[in-house]
Structure formats: C-alpha cells, structure tokens
C-alpha cells in the first residue's frame, strides 16, 4: 500500500528529476503518468515536482517491509542533497566560460548517490550502448533475478538482483537469450568474483568514507581509500575498462572528482576546450585517458564529475530541444532586464528570421543527404572509440574489418569468374 504525498522543499535549480533522472547515470527510473517511478532500498518511490518542492511517497512490500520513516533519509542521500548545486553552478560559470555557456539550459543536474553493484552491472551493460537499450537490459536483469515489490499500471517493479542471485551456472546463457550479447560473460563473470572471490561488503569498502551509502547512513569503511586506490580496484574485474571503472567510482562510491570519458567527453575535451590541438589521433591511450580527466579536474576542482555531468547532458541529441529553449529564455530574460525596449528592433529581428527560415528551407533540403552520411560515419567512429575507453582494442577491430573487407574481395572474384563461364 503506498503512502501519502510528502513534500520536501527544494528548488528546481537544486534538483531537477526530468533531467537528472534521464542523463544516463541510473537506467531503472520509469516516467508513468507524470510520475517517475524505482525501486530503492526494497521499497517503490514515486516522485513528482513542483518549482518549489520535491513530492515523494512509497509503496512497500507486504514481506519483510522496510521503515517508512527511512524513506526521506534514503531520497536525501539517494540525490546527494547536501551538495550546494546552485553554489557549484556558479563556481563552476566564473572559471569557465564553457560552462557558462551551456548551464542555463541544464540546471538541477546532481550526481546520484547509487548502491554500487547496480552501478557496477548497469554499466557494464553500457559498453557500446545507448541508455534506451542500457534500460532494457537493467529492467530484464530485474525481471528476471530481482525480488518483486509491486506494480504500477500493469506493469510490475523488482528491485535490482543480487550477486549471488547473477551468479548461477545458468545465467550467461540465459542472458545472451535475453540479448546481452558478450555482456552477458562480463556480469557472470563479475557477479562470481563479487560474491565468492571478495569479502563481503567488498565495493562499500573501496568508497569514499565521506559519501557513505544511500541505504546505510552510519557505515564506516575499514581502511582508508582513495579515488585511484578504488579505480584500479574495479579495473580487475571482468569487462570493466577505464570509463566503466570511473562511472562507478562517480555514481556508485562517491568519488565526485571522477570524470569519465566517453565519446561525448572526448568530443567535449576536442571541440570545447581544444585538448590535444587540432589533429585527432586513431588511438586513445590510458595516459591519454588520464590527462583528459586531470585536464577536467583542474578545471572544475573536486566536484569534477558534477561539472561534466552537465556538459555531458547538453552534449546528448535527446536534449537538444531543451539547449535551445535555454539559450532562447536566456535571450528573453536579459532583454526584459534591460532599460529599454526598442519595438522596431523587435521587428527587424522578425524579419531576419523569415529570410533566415527561407534559406534554412532550400539549405536543408541540399544538406540532409550529407548529414545523413556523416551521421552514419560518426556513429562507426564512436562505436570504435567507445570500445577503446571500454578497455578493448582499437587495432584489433581495425585487422577485423580488413579480414572481412579481403574475404568480401575473394568472394567478389569467385562470383565473377563462375558468371563469365
């Protein structure tokens, strides 16, 4: 049975749901009726938002149901409300001009404070994926290993499986039935080493002791940690390369100054901040990789990952509408600030925008075909960088491709001469 609506104040600008909760950090939210809908800590949150206030309630298991009053203990953690974003957000615009540019679309983005095992397996299923298909994957895991807690409109909620419960003999087959592809070795895999190679309590204990976990305020690590010590960590285990490992050292163990690089960043770091100049190089190296992130961290300080999360996001085609409504009210908001108004300014910038959309019309007709090719080339390119940031090899794919492409030639030939007899 769920709970009333409790209301929790907080400004849009501290914490906005529709975007942080869509950003490609957790892939288990669910958007129904308005309402965005988890599974937390044993329990279902549902969440909605007003500009002044966060609107929460929870609907708990009839077995072994957990405290109601840790609900709002669990959701302070849960979105890190400690942090001062606002605060952060202009830190961050008086040192960096980028970022000035491109915040005031994408206020509100805060790091999740997630359990780290569903951060680690989430994003392993992210390698070579875009979160559309990393959400179908997670909701299966779900399904299929994870205990049910309730349904909403038919459709039904489970929290997130257990290493023991991904560990089974059966389970990387099951999973490449359900679509997981070479991803489904990497969780058996991982979900075995978790649960019988490392002590219990392994991954809360390489976190930082500052951020404790969202579901055990009083937890306390044995040995002091540190963000690399944790990195490294997590690279010894299976289908974990350099971006998987500092997306879970951000968003599952609290190590806020991790930045992970990805396509996007890389983009980011190349066209926003011109690292590495102008010639973009075939390989991505791991001291590349770490220069990029050091790059970031003197940039934006020990909330690092906070700061790219946000350039990470505006960088994301799904939210391309909302960059442009931002820049648009920018507009609006320093025209209304200003002493005067002149109407036939406000005419003439009318008119440049019929001719504007005039010459928009016939220019896009001509380039749609070219953007369309170029699209198809980007997305090989990201493909194969992507499995570079993900630890694989670049070379590798590179000698796979020529194998094919003079297997393609032989077969061409055979062909030929059969059809000239």
Request: a positive charge; one cysteine or more.
């Amino acid at each position: 049975m769920a709970s009333e609506w409790r209301k929790l104040p907080l400004s849009l600008a501290e914490l906005c749901i529709d975007t942080t909760l869509r950003c490609g950090q957790s892939f288990r939210w669910r958007k129904i009726n308005n309402e965005w809908h988890c599974v937390l800590s044993n329990r279902l949150i549902t969440l909605t938002q007003s500009p002044t206030h966060l609107l929460y309630k929870s609907t708990l298991p009839a077995i072994n149901p957990p405290s109601e009053e840790s609900t709002l203990p669990l959701l302070q953690s849960y979105f890190s409300l400690i942090v001062p974003l606002s605060q952060l957000y202009t830190q961050w615009s008086t040192t960096d001009p980028n970022f000035a540019r491109r915040c005031p679309s994408f206020t509100g983005i805060r790091i999740l404070n997630q359990d780290a095992w569903e951060t680690l397996i989430s994003f392993i299923c992210s390698s070579n994926n875009n979160i559309s298909r990393i959400s179908s994957m997670v909701n299966n895991l779900c399904l299929h290993y994870g205990p049910y807690i309730t349904s909403i409109s038919g459709e039904p909620f489970h929290d997130f499986p257990s290493p023991e419960a991904l560990s089974g003999p059966e389970v990387e087959s099951h999973l490449r039935s359900l679509g997981f592809g070479y991803r489904a070795k990497y969780i058996a895999d991982t979900a075995q080493i978790i649960s019988q190679q490392r002590p219990k309590g392994w991954l809360d204990q390489i976190r930082n002791p500052a951020v404790p976990p969202a579901d055990n305020p009083k937890f306390h690590p044995g040995e002091k940690a540190t963000y690399r010590k944790a990195h490294e960590a997590l690279l010894e285990l299976t289908g974990v390369g350099p971006k998987v490992s500092d997306c879970v050292c951000l968003m599952g163990l609290g190590w806020w100054e991790s930045v992970p690089i990805d396509t996007h960043v890389w983009q980011i770091a190349q066209r926003d901040y011109n690292f590495g100049g102008k010639g973009k190089g075939k390989t991505f190296t791991k001291g590349m990789y770490e220069s990029v992130g050091d790059h970031f961290r003197k940039i934006w300080g020990e909330y690092a990952g906070w700061a790219q999360s946000v350039l990470f996001t505006a960088n994301l085609k799904s939210f391309a509408e909302q960059a442009k409504t931002g820049k648009k009210a920018k507009k609006e908001e320093q025209q209304e600030n200003g002493d005067v108004v002149v109407e036939t300014e406000v005419v003439k910038r009318e008119v440049v925008k019929v001719v504007k959309n005039e010459e928009l019309t016939v220019s896009r007709t001509r380039k749609r075909k070219a953007v369309k090719e170029e699209e198809s080339q980007q997305q090989d390119e990201d493909v194969k960088m992507e499995d570079v940031m993900d630890g694989l090899t670049l070379s590798s794919q590179l000698s796979q491709v020529s194998t094919t492409s003079t297997t393609t030639r032989r077969v061409s030939k055979r062909i030929k001469a059969r059809e000239s007899q």
